[in-house]
């Protein structure tokens, strides 16, 4: 289909690893968001990407996370040094650019996630 | 900063049952809101939303009106299905930027 595709669905590694999460958005969306659904946190924002810069980088809770985004489209998540707090479920998002203005927000298109587990 | 509080779950209904989720939000100035939803199994879907003070948002027989006066916006729908159990999130995206801050979403079961 034509949506939001995330991979790998699934991730299971050990504390201390790196791992890198791949989001390939719609084609034609120039916004990106990464979020990150937990139990304990609900969902949160983590980073926003316009083209392949990130205006918006609040949400990132570490200086292991990090993101980067190439050829405006695909972006990939990277969380060094894994810690069990990092176990979530990471998804990504994409819409169009907002044309600027009061009530201009283009919804955003989730896709499935990635289910991280930290053992 | 921007915040979003809804209902707490679970909410179990009967078929064809009115559900209503309640949902407020503070931010400055004027807000997106929406409402997205988690079938089980599956991703976030937006449901419906809306951009601007009094607008209606509708969609699937779930509606919810935009209003400034109570910094509300409430989920409502006549008679649910079975096919409507889900958890439901209320969203807003600032007047000035792009980010979307969530409830804490609500489950809902619908019985048969």
């Known amino acids: 289909g034509a949506g939001v595709s995330q991979s790998p669905s699934n991730k299971v590694t050990e504390k201390g690893k790196d791992v890198e999460l791949r989001c390939d958005p719609i084609s034609g969306h120039t916004a990106l968001y990464w979020y990150r659904q937990s139990l304990g946190q609900g969902l949160e924002f983590l980073i926003y990407?316009?083209?392949?810069?990130?205006?918006?980088k609040s949400g990132l809770p570490s200086d292991r996370f990090s993101a980067e985004r190439t050829g405006g489209s695909v972006s990939t998540l990277t969380i060094q040094r894994t810690q069990q707090e990092d176990s979530a479920v990471y998804l990504c998002?994409?819409?169009?650019?907002?044309?600027?203005?009061?009530?201009?927000?283009?919804?955003?298109?989730f896709g499935d996630g990635t289910r991280l587990s930290i053992l | 900063g921007d915040s979003v509080t809804q209902m707490e779950g679970p909410v179990t209904l009967s078929e064809e049952a009115f559900l209503t989720i309640n949902c407020t939000y503070t931010?400055?100035?004027?807000?997106?809101l929406f409402w997205y939803v988690q079938y089980p199994g599956e991703g976030l879907q937006l449901l419906l939303k809306?951009?601007?003070?009094?607008d209606k948002g509708s969609n699937k027989g779930f509606e919810a009106t935009y209003r400034k006066e109570t910094t509300s916006f409430h989920l409502e729908k006549g008679s649910v299905q079975v096919s409507d159990s889900a958890v439901y999130f209320c969203?807003?995206?600032?007047?000035?930027?792009?980010?979307?801050?969530f409830g804490g979403g609500t489950r809902v079961l619908v019985k048969p």
């Open positions: 809306a951009t601007k003070a009094d």
């Open positions: 931010a400055t100035g004027y807000p997106s």
């Open positions: 969203a807003l995206s600032p007047a000035a930027g792009n980010k979307l801050t």
């Open positions: 998002a994409s819409s169009l650019a907002s044309t600027g203005g009061r009530g201009s927000n283009q919804p955003q298109h």
């Open positions: 990407f316009q083209g392949n810069s990130a205006p918006d």
